[in-house]
C-alpha cells in the first residue's frame, strides 16, 4: 500500500510562497500518476495539479501562473510550488496517487496522503 507524507505547510502573507513536498514508498512512484488536492474549510476536496511522469497535465484554473507541480522520480518526491498565494488558497492540502484519468478528480485517488495547512493571511 501506498504511504505518502506532505511537508512544507504554513502560514505567510498573501504575495508568498510555498514548497510542499511529498515523500512517498510502497509503491512504483515512477509509474503512477500523481496529483495535489486541497480542501478548504467547509468546502469540498478540489484538485489543483495532476502530473504524470515529469509532466504536468492539468492545473485548476484558479492556481494557473501561480503554482507548479513537479516530481524527483529518483527520490520518490513530488513538489507544489506555490506562488503568489492569496487567502482563498487557505487549505489543507493533499498528495494523492490517483487513476490516470487526465483529471482532477477526487474519485479517482487510490490513495491519499495526511495533508498539510496551508494558510494564507490577507
Known amino acids: 500500500q501506498a504511504h505518502l507524507v506532505e511537508s512544507g505547510g504554513g502560514s505567510v502573507q498573501a504575495g508568498g510562497s510555498l514548497r510542499l513536498s511529498c515523500a512517498a514508498s510502497?509503491?512504483?512512484?515512477?509509474?503512477?500518476?500523481m496529483a495535489w488536492f486541497r480542501q478548504a474549510p467547509g468546502k469540498e476536496r478540489e484538485g489543483v495539479a495532476d502530473?504524470?511522469?515529469?509532466?504536468?497535465?492539468a492545473y485548476a484554473n484558479s492556481v494557473k501562473g501561480r503554482f507548479t507541480a513537479s516530481r524527483d522520480n529518483a527520490k520518490n518526491t513530488l513538489y507544489l510550488q506555490m506562488n503568489s498565494l492569496k487567502p482563498e488558497d487557505t487549505g489543507t492540502y493533499y498528495c494523492?496517487?490517483?487513476?490516470?484519468?487526465?483529471?482532477?478528480?477526487?474519485?479517482?485517488?487510490?490513495?491519499w496522503g495526511q495533508g498539510t495547512q496551508v494558510t494564507v493571511s490577507s
Open positions: 494523492a496517487r490517483k487513476r490516470c484519468t487526465g483529471k482532477l478528480n477526487p474519485a479517482d485517488v487510490t490513495d
Open positions: 510502497g509503491l512504483t512512484y515512477s509509474s503512477n500518476c
Open positions: 502530473i504524470v511522469s515529469g509532466t504536468p497535465q
